[in-house]
């Protein structure tokens, strides 16, 4: 079975201090990683997925195939990066590519 | 066209009665997701369509909820009998074909409570 885990549903910073936000996966294939945040009072979205290697605001997710780990880094944390902030997988093949997951991580940066 | 679209946004209804939820996919998109979300929980897949086909279900769907995409683009999901368990938020999103369908669009999602 598959499986998403962050361990921290809350996680406080200050402005300018560098934040992490951990993710650990469980599946029995190759899976995507990505990882969705949700602003206050706005809809879930995309940030980043692993294949894409990307940094989108700043923020960036580096796929650890033998911790099973994709952790989100961002060096200086900035106040609009407060929300909550979703880990995913879904798998490469099959039609569907549902997501699966985590409980989510309440990031609030702090002035 | 201004995303996924949900109707209601909300619904209180008492347990036992029936209801129905809308989704309006974004217009291109031919993919169509049902998640379901409890509190302090990520989102969960309950159901996925190809065009008007229903492709996948999760073991969350049980016997009393069904859903339909009958012109392969607004999707209905229903409740029959509900319970306080399913007391949720449910959020539709949408993609487009297989290349892109990594990438969901979601809905501000209905907010349903069962007293």
């Known amino acids: 079975a598959q499986r998403v885990t962050q361990p921290e549903k809350l996680l406080s910073v200050f402005k300018g201090a560098p934040v992490e936000l951990k993710c650990n996966y469980s599946y029995s294939g190759s899976p995507e990683l990505f990882w969705y945040v949700q602003y206050s009072r706005q809809r879930l979205q995309l940030l980043l997925r692993?294949?894409s290697r990307e940094s989108i605001k700043g923020f960036t997710a580096d796929l650890n195939k033998g911790e099973t780990s994709f952790h989100l880094k961002k060096p200086f944390a900035q106040e609009e990066d407060s929300a909550m902030y979703y880990c995913a997988l879904s798998p490469i093949s099959g039609s569907a590519r549902q997501l699966t997951f985590g409980s989510g991580t309440q990031l609030t940066v702090l002035p | 066209d201004t995303g996924v679209s949900q109707n209601p946004r909300h619904k209180i209804t008492k347990r036992g009665q029936n209801v129905t939820f809308r989704c309006d996919p974004i217009?291109?998109?031919?993919?169509l997701y049902w998640y379901r979300q409890t509190l302090g929980q990520g989102p969960e897949f309950l159901t996925y369509?190809?065009?008007?086909?229903?492709?996948?279900k999760s073991r969350l769907l049980s016997d009393r909820f069904s859903a339909e995409r009958p012109k392969g683009s607004f999707s209905t999901l229903e409740i029959q009998r509900t319970e306080q368990g399913d007391s949720a938020m449910y959020l539709c999103?949408?993609?487009?074909?297989?290349?892109?369908?990594?990438?969901?669009?979601f809905g501000p999602g209905t907010r349903l409570t069962v007293t």
């Open positions: 692993h294949i």
């Open positions: 999103a949408s993609s487009l074909g297989s290349l892109r369908a990594y990438e969901q669009y």
């Open positions: 217009s291109e998109h031919n993919r």
């Open positions: 369509f190809q065009n008007e086909a229903q492709l996948e």
